[in-house]
T-cell receptor
Framework: AQSVTQLDSHVSVSEGTPVLLRCNYS??????LFWYVQHPNKGLQLLLK??????LVKGINGFEAEFKKSETSFHLTKPSAHMSDAAEYFC??????????FGSGTRLLVRP | GAVVSQHPSRVICKSGTSVKIECRSL??????MFWYRQFPKQSLMLMAT?????????EQGVEKDKFLINHASLTLSTLTVTSAHPEDSSFYIC???????????FGDGTRLSIL
């Protein structure tokens, strides 16, 4: 069965400093992995996706994630946080029926 | 591209009312739409998968007679919460995709509050 674990429920950074949101996955086959962002009272916006091509995936708004099979990780990073990055972030894996399996979410707080 | 519109964004109504939520893919044809429920400070829970022209597939524990789903066209799916009660209050989000293993594109959600 597929599952995803987001290791931090909250991450707080200062504006202009790097962001690291951690995600580990479990999958019995080569997975498709996604990161989505949700701003308050909004739906989810796709940041980036990994589908077995390049292991370093670049997304929107300066975010990127690296797929590491040996570590079963798909951590999300950004070199410099903006205030507008404050939101909830979800790491997601698909199962064999292509349904999305969501992590529990990480709330990113950006301090001025 | 890949815009999904969900309407209404917020509903407040009395207990016993039935509420319909619409989900439209504006610039693509969605063979599959999904309905999720999200409780405060929690992740999304898949309620059902809806394929155009066929009956929805409900997840375990979701009452299909309570949450009626219709997917009559490739651009529209509706979720009707029948005889809503306060425990049905939640944030409901739809998503749409052009096919299997393709990204899902999400609507902005509907905040349902039952008094």
């Amino acid at each position: 069965a597929q599952s995803v674990t987001q290791l931090d429920s909250h991450v707080s950074v200062s504006e202009g400093t790097p962001v690291l949101l951690r995600c580990n996955y479990s999958s019995s086959y080569s997975p498709s992995l996604f990161w989505y962002v949700q701003h308050p009272n909004k739906g989810l916006q796709l940041l980036l996706k990994y589908t077995s091509a390049a292991t370093l995936v670049k997304g929107i708004n300066g975010f990127e994630a690296e797929f590491k099979k040996s570590e079963t990780s798909f951590h999300l990073t950004k070199p410099s946080a903006h205030m507008s990055d404050a939101a909830e972030y979800f790491c997601v894996v698909t199962n064999s029926s292509y349904k999305l399996i969501f992590g529990s979410g990480t709330r990113l707080l950006v301090r001025p | 591209g890949a815009v999904v519109s969900q309407h209404p964004s917020r509903v407040i109504c009395k207990s016993g009312t039935s509420v319909k939520i619409e989900c439209r893919s504006l610039d693509f044809q969605a063979t599959t739409m999904f309905w999720y429920r999200q409780f405060p400070k929690q992740s999304l829970m898949l309620m059902a998968t809806s394929n155009e022209g066929s009956k929805a597939t409900y997840e375990q524990g979701v009452e299909k007679d309570k949450f009626l789903i219709n997917h009559a066209s490739l651009t529209l799916s509706t979720l009707t919460v029948t005889s809503a009660h306060p425990e049905d209050s939640s944030f409901y989000i739809c998503s749409a995709t052009i096919g299997s293993n393709q990204p899902q594109h999400f609507g902005d959600g509907t905040r349902l509050s039952i008094l």
